[in-house]
């Protein structure tokens, strides 16, 4: 099959899957497209939301409609590394058996990851960057494809632990999740009341989702996109002498190499779904927020100004 006959497939999947994950979860399609987006292109995402806001139940019902295993974990105060990389325990014959933790799985919850010590969040963070972990010296290799979905609550401090920059800096999108409007929130309250079931259906498998993978990664890129994305990346370092006096007012650090090769890489996926054989600078912006939200350092000013990530990186398109 021609890559153009895959992107052609790979619109109307995409369309299905929306209309499949419509039936459970409703609005949140910007949340939704940016989820789906990381998958097609093999990287990680953070949601940032208040609870209640069905994050759980998103996220399964992705992993259901995508045919792939789904396992949730909460991360707490008392989390261990071996409690979601598994352990080595000794079996009738007095030998070394491995078993296997959660983390095990194609699609993982990380819920509340900032509530766990900082070693149990680098345990996770090397399983999401290697796609293998080591346990008493003997390494495990991940099952693919493998998606990590970090949840953070914006509202409790205390008893936190904060991902250091250079940790969130591995997760392709930082989402916010609003608040349904009022329209969406009636259409929630009448349809997880009533006592009528839903049947998700399996769209994709393991294999597919690689092979949308790497068709995304063959799409060509020309090279002005790719130097806007790389421009829009640098401009966002107050320390350059291209930076403008927006950025040198309200950014303390700005966003890495990583950020470049992830706007590449959503802009690529971002056309495909959109039906086109090569990005433009418009499917760069429209990844752009969610790719440099958490990448970028405000300072004080920006804090007490009321400045948000947002507005900063609006400003720079």
Do not use: C
Request: charged letters at 20%; proline letters at 5%; aromatic letters at 6%.
């Amino acid at each position: 099959m021609s890559d153009v006959t895959a992107v052609q497939n790979l619109v109307a999947k995409h369309k299905a899957l929306k209309q499949e994950i419509g039936k459970i979860i409703i609005g949140q399609e910007a949340v939704i497209d940016q989820i789906l987006l990381s998958i097609y292109t093999g990287g990680h995402s953070l949601l940032i939301g208040v609870p209640g806001l069905a994050k759980t139940l998103m996220v399964n019902t992705i992993a259901q409609t995508l045919g792939l295993d789904f396992k949730r974990i909460q991360f707490t105060p008392d989390l261990m590394p071996s409690d979601i990389l598994g352990s080595e325990v000794l079996d009738q014959n007095r030998m070394f058996k491995f078993i296997k933790g959660p983390i095990f799985s194609n699609i993982i919850l990380a819920d509340e990851i900032n509530r766990t010590p900082p070693k149990t969040q680098a345990a996770l963070l090397e399983a999401m960057q290697e796609r293998a972990v080591t346990i008493a010296g003997q390494q495990h290799k991940l099952d693919l494809p493998y998606f990590v979905l970090a949840t953070q609550n914006p509202i409790e401090q205390e008893g936190t632990y904060p991902l250091p920059e250079a940790q969130l800096d591995r997760f392709m999108f930082a989402i916010e999740l609003e608040y349904p409007s009022i329209e969406e929130e009636i259409q929630v309250v009448k349809s997880t009341t009533n006592d009528n079931s839903v049947t998700i259906n399996a769209l994709f498998n393991a294999a597919e989702i690689l092979e949308v993978q790497h068709l995304v990664r063959r799409i060509p890129v020309p090279d002005n996109v790719v130097e806007y994305a790389v421009k829009l990346v640098n401009s966002t370092r107050p320390n350059l002498e291209t930076a403008t006096a927006y950025v040198k007012q309200y950014i303390d650090w700005g966003a890495g190499p990583r950020a470049s090769q992830n706007l590449i890489l959503g802009a690529k996926a971002h056309a495909a779904i959109n039906g086109k054989f090569s990005p433009d600078i418009e499917d760069v912006k429209a990844v752009a927020i969610g790719i440099l939200r958490h990448r970028i350092i405000k300072n004080y000013k920006a804090e007490a100004e009321g400045i948000s990530e947002n507005q900063i990186i609006t400003s720079l398109f």
